[in-house]
């Protein structure tokens, strides 16, 4: 089997699956993203939707605001 022909991994298919309203383009999410995650630092009750919903959905953005997370705790 090619690897054109083998199935996505399940977890895969769950991001490309998940619902992306309200929707949060990569640009915005990385333009949002350090006072997103220092507002999460500050209070870790703090929502806002349209970025967590990226976040869930775009694992290169969630690898980003893990580092700066990381690197903001430190």
Same mark, same amino acid.
């Given at each position: 089997?090619? @690897? !054109?022909?083998?199935?996505?991994?399940?977890? #895969?298919?769950?991001?490309?699956? %998940?619902? *992306?309203t309200?929707? %949060?383009s990569?640009? @915005?999410?990385?333009?949002?993203?350090?006072?997103?995650?220092? !507002?999460?630092?500050? @209070?870790? *009750?703090? #929502?806002?939707?349209?970025?967590?919903?990226?976040?869930?959905?775009?694992?290169?953005?969630?690898?980003?605001?893990?580092? %700066?997370? @990381?690197l903001? *705790?430190?």
């Open positions: 089997m090619t @690897d !054109r022909n083998r199935p996505l991994p399940v977890d #895969v298919l769950d991001g490309l699956l %998940l619902e *992306s309200p929707y %949060l990569c640009d @915005d999410c990385f333009d949002q993203l350090d006072t997103y995650v220092e !507002r999460l630092l500050a @209070d870790p *009750s703090h #929502v806002d939707v349209p970025m967590q919903v990226h976040l869930k959905a775009c694992g290169a953005c969630a690898e980003e605001a893990e580092a %700066l997370t @990381d903001l *705790s430190a």
